[in-house]
């Protein structure tokens, strides 16, 4: 008899007088946790629930194994030995604990603190949704959880939570848990670093402040050890980490809902033009291409800085001096992926399992020129004082909602790219601006890049053959530009001029940069 679930021998005792019942016996309570000396009275107690024995939030959660059992009058959620409402006495009274091993099964509904994960799968937004609708499977949480056994698809003893019930997520290179990282500050010419760190992160409940720019250390290991080991040029290159029948471009072994979901340049985990490829996000992070967000590494761009950023972003907040030679904060995945209504500590990411949205903000503006109502909103989470000249599309004829010191400010009189400037980054700072452009573009367009859009030899602007500068402060958009030259990169100075092209809206012409903007 398995230990946990026997009680302490005792001789059962039955009564044909007074209670007219039995009492100190197995079915009746005498087992580990049970509510021991329960007496059924005979042809009185004709109900019986799961409560009546096991007692009204279930066994001892100090004694359960792993301490982590959930007050639920519903055992048959997770416990083998039941048909409906009708105990099967085969199972449920032959002295041994028997769970059910299927994680999907106990993760249907929401159980005490356990998440219904199931229908997460089955948001707009998933690891799992695909062209076929395919429910989430047990397989499937073994992809990312150690708890999951990916040759049987049940759970393994990482289940139990040694120590204290502690998330255990799987590195998708090797198979193994992941790694704690260590992190070496910018300094110099050098923009920082993440590098493996000895021990698995501690964590019972994933947990990300946004309104802090100091990152968490599980956070940290999440997304360098996991995200962006599965998001990289060889995917899920462990067998461990895929379903059966997955590959390492498809560890889910399904196919994306839409067209373009192609991996990128150097993406050697699915074959050239793949679709449902897992987009290689890793080396739009590089710190050595000419634009990236500051995930992998630091950033210096002395335009984003003071009022030009928001709490905690800003160099005002976090108390240092702003230079050509400083450099700014990190940057989580969740910084950006999110709710659009998340604000202060997440404990939940729809990056996991699913969501309605996966990012916080619309990335990409409507509207020809766009206004309020289809402005781009995730770059305003970061960046501030892009859309602050008044409410309607042309009330900044006169100033440029760039503000002092921008690279662009010679607009005035000009007022139709107001909506542009305004509530349009993605027409400049972009690759295209239509909504229809095929992955990884506009992933690369959100995380960085080293070159002009597209895979030939047109990788620097200005386009054309006589190629000298790259894509800075990620403006790349060659269907609106021919030219693009800050004002000054680094110590270099450039003659700030940008040619625009005729799109419609705004007409032909050079732009003259005013001095400013150093990138």
Known sequence: MDPWSSGTPSVPTYSRSGSIGCTATYCHGQFKNGQTGKTVVWAQDTTLTCNSCHGTAGPNPATAPGGSHPANATCATCHLGYTGTTVVAATHINGLLEVSTDCTGCHTGTQGTRRAIVPEFALAWSH???????????????????????TTGNTTAAHQGTPGGNINLRDPDLGTEITNVAYTAAGGASAGSYAPAAGSPAFTQFSRNLGSATLEPAVQAIMINQCLKCHDA????SALA??????????FNTTKVGAGYLGSTGNTACATG???CVTNVNASFATTNSSYHPVLGQQNNWYSKLTRMVAPWNAATRGVTVNITSWGPRLSCWDCHALPADTGTITRTVTAHGGASTLRGTATATGNPPVVGGAVTLCNKCH????TCGSAADACATNTSHGAQSAFSSDTGRSEKEGFLRYGCNKCHSSSYTTAVLRPIRAQDSHGFDRLPGTGTDAMWPTGATETRKPFAF?????MFSNHQPARVGATTYTPTCVHLSDGVCNSRTETYSAGGTF
């Open 242 to 251: 895929r379903v059966p029948g997955g590959t390492a471009g498809k560890p």
């Open 128 to 150: 799992k949704k695909s062209a076929a609708g395919q429910a989430v499977t047990k397989f499937d949480c073994a992809v990312c959880h150690m708890e999951g056994d990916p």
């Open 274 to 276: 793949t679709d449902g």
């Open 384 to 387: 501030a004082m892009y859309n």
């Open 475 to 479: 403006i790349r958009n060659t269907q």
């Open 234 to 237: 060889n995917g899920a290159n």
